[in-house]
């Protein structure tokens, strides 16, 4: 007996299997990466330093706290568990490192200075 050949899923049908698969595989944000969605949630609502709510909350540095951030919205499943929330700190994080890069590169050159004897 011949076995059966698989049908070739093309590349979306792929990745929504997969999607499907992960999702009933049980694979969902765990309680430290809720909190940080949660925190990230309801900052616009606080106010202070958000550096100490940082440490407070997580007991982190504003460092680790912010490459786990960036870690998690870049994740399928935050993405899938709150998109609106993922959506926007992914173009606020891209937003500050197009501009941090145009600070960095500059291409025009800067004037120097008039010499005052002229």
């Known amino acids: 007996m011949s076995r059966p050949e ?3 899923l093309p590349d979306d049908a792929s990745a929504a299997a997969a999607a499907v698969r992960l999702e009933l595989e049980g694979i969902e944000l765990d309680v430290t990466e809720q909190r940080i969605l949660e ?11 958000k550096e100490a709510a940082i440490r ?8 680790r706290y912010y490459q786990m ?3 998690l919205i870049d994740s399928p499943v935050a993405l899938r568990a709150d998109p609106l929330l993922v ?3 992914q173009r606020v994080r891209d937003a500050r490192a ?9 291409t025009e050159p800067t004037p120097s200075p ?4 002229d």
Not at 56 to 63: D, N
Not at 98 to 103: L, N, P, Q, S, T
């Open 6 to 8: 698989r049908a070739h």
């Open 39 to 49: 925190f990230e949630r309801s900052w616009t609502a606080r106010a202070g330093a």
């Open 56 to 63: 407070a909350e997580f007991g982190l540095s504003a460092a």
């Open 69 to 71: 951030l960036s870690a």
């Open 87 to 89: 959506r926007r700190l």
């Open 98 to 106: 197009g501009a941090r890069a145009a600070r960095t590169f500059r």
């Open 114 to 117: 008039q010499d005052p004897t």
